[in-house]
């Protein structure tokens, strides 16, 4: 379902209410998108259908132990044509939390009409969190990514993204240069997703707030990622210390890694628990 989509499910198990603003086909597969995300129980109201144009298309491939590559199919997709009509009526002002993407940045008009959501947001004191979300196949090169994504910073209140997403986005090359480049625009948090080796959250203030892994079989990486991200929002809509929040992100991070699935693998509250449990807890 890429970024959003896949977050909006994994929020949406964890017991949070979800609404999704996007815009896809009229087509069958556009057809069974909206048939999932209402099944999951998202508010898609504000899901336009757009008859001139496909959704975009990601084929996940399995190459273990390490090699997971992701076939991209975005030649002219319904999302990148999102306009300001699309969201006049989509909820920001009523939200607690608006989460966009790197993949948003691309081009106009999607770029500007999400630039226009974050700035709705931000004037109606709703958090705007942005997952970098860097698809290497998409950019013509990862300057072009940083540049985009960088226009969008100085909305961010949460910025999420893994080393590699970090260092692209800040055009650096050095991760803690990369940190101290980026929490310039985070005005709450820069969360870092480094993998195997936990996750962490940096502060303005200075403070570094470090979770450590679970440790479990991989059997697919693609979707750890937006696990992570909808466990570590869960946890910072309930108030949890930054630590817990990465903590329980690690937790929904591990599991989809066993499975060989995005969006519909998405754990459930419960599940998350149970497994923390038979890991010693938090």
Sequence with gaps: GGCPANIAVGTRRLGLKVAMSSRVGTDGLSDGLIDFMNAEGINTEHVSRDPHHLPGLAFLSILPPETFPLVYFRPDPADSHLSLDDIK???IEDSRVLLVAGT??????????VLAAMERARRAG???AIDLDLRKTLWPDLTTFGVNVRSALPLADIIIGTEDEVTAAAGETDIDAAIASLLR??????????GQDGSEVHTPDGNVYRAKPFKVEVLNVLGAGDAWASGFLFGYLNGWEWAKCARFGNATGAIIVTRHACANAMPTHQEVTQFIESQGGF
């Excluded at 948003?104 to 009409?113: A, L």
């Design 126 to 128: 709703t958090t705007v």
């Design 104 to 113: 948003n940045f691309y081009r106009d008009p999607s770029r500007s009409t």
């Design 89 to 91: 009526n989509a909820p």
């Design 185 to 194: 625009y985070a005005k709450i948090a820069l969360a870092v997703k480094r």
